[in-house]
């Protein structure tokens, strides 16, 4: 055997050996774990950003037919993270009443227990 | 423009979903070459994202004319390195060899190949215990299948440097193969 032909034997022995590696897949976790690091990155929590990040969130994963219902998400954390600073006016999905929220979280046209929990879930900003 | 500059472009201009486009495309490029250098899967994960936020925080530096997987490669491989200067002395190998050998249909498991499986281990053992900076050349080379002038540009050495290095490496395993063909010397005892 020659020289150049026992190198050749060689590589071949190295790619045998480290093929097993091509096999390998990163779990799913590390995509959210980009994400969580680079979110604090962009500027703000504006929700169009929220909608991006969600939407990239469920990209990768072939769900992009569920891109709509992530941006309606979006929407929703981003009139919840309005909450925080001015008071917010929203109407339960399926009621026609509507309750101003203030700063505090409290509901001063309707006692809080008026709303239930399936309506507060189905919040949707009103304007 | 390719696919790869446009989703470049929009990263440039902050778009989050062309970053999880782009992380589809080479998660598992940058994913397999971490772990053939870094034999750790946590550590390989970890440089994955690492290598993703970094594309995104210097997305403006990367050229979107070019190809993207050099500079992805070029920061995997810095990116080991600085893992494999902050690794503990004892490295977690169980959990990774468990892996390779639990691959049946690159490794099968029947009697007959076991010796197939020792000797792969074996050169495995032997990138491993290079020199870091041969490592990523021999991964870059034997697995990613890069020519030696993309490796060189990887690592940002000359052509020369990196042929030498996998000459090395290639005599190390000649080396150790040398030593495996060798019989083990009779002992011949006497009894008195």
Not at chain 1, 57 to 65: D, E, I, S, Y
Request: glycine share 4%; charged share 25%.
């Amino acid at each position: 055997m020659s020289s150049r032909e026992f190198d050749g034997m060689l590589d071949e022995l190295f790619r045998q050996a480290l093929c097993p590696f091509a096999e390998a897949e990163p779990s799913v976790r590390v995509w959210r774990r980009v994400l969580h690091a680079v979110h604090p990155l962009s500027t703000g929590f504006e929700a169009s950003v929220v909608q991006q990040v969600f939407t990239g969130l469920l990209a990768p994963a072939g769900l992009k037919a569920l891109a709509g219902l992530s941006a309606t998400f979006s929407r929703c954390l981003g009139s919840l993270s309005g909450l925080k600073r001015s008071n917010v006016t929203y109407v339960p999905l399926f009621s026609n009443r509507t309750y101003c929220v203030d700063r505090s979280g409290r509901c001063p046209t309707a006692s809080f227990w008026d709303i239930t929990w399936t309506q507060m879930f189905d919040l949707r900003l009103a304007s | 423009m390719s696919v790869e500059s446009r989703l470049v472009r929009r990263l440039q201009s902050g778009d989050l979903t062309a970053l999880g486009e782009l992380f589809e495309l080479f998660k598992d490029v940058v994913y397999r070459t971490a772990l053939a250098i870094t034999r750790d899967q946590h550590a390989a994960e970890d440089i994955l994202q690492e290598c993703f936020v970094r594309l995104y925080q210097y997305a403006d530096s990367v050229d979107a004319e070019r190809p993207l997987k050099p500079w992805l490669y070029r920061v995997v491989v810095n990116l080991s390195y600085d893992w494999f200067s902050r690794k503990p002395t004892l490295q977690p190998l169980d959990d990774v060899l468990d892996w390779l050998s639990a691959l049946p249909n690159v490794l099968p498991s029947p009697d007959h190949k076991a010796e197939e499986r020792e000797l792969h281990k074996m050169v495995r053992d032997i990138v491993e215990e290079l020199p870091m900076s041969h490592q990523a050349v021999v991964v870059l080379f034997y697995l990613e299948n890069l020519s030696l002038e993309e490796v060189a540009e990887v690592v940002e050495l000359p052509v020369g440097t990196v042929k030498s290095r996998l000459y090395y490496a290639r005599k190390r395993l000649r080396d150790a193969l040398a030593q495996r063909q060798r019989p083990v010397p009779e002992m011949t005892y006497e009894f008195t």
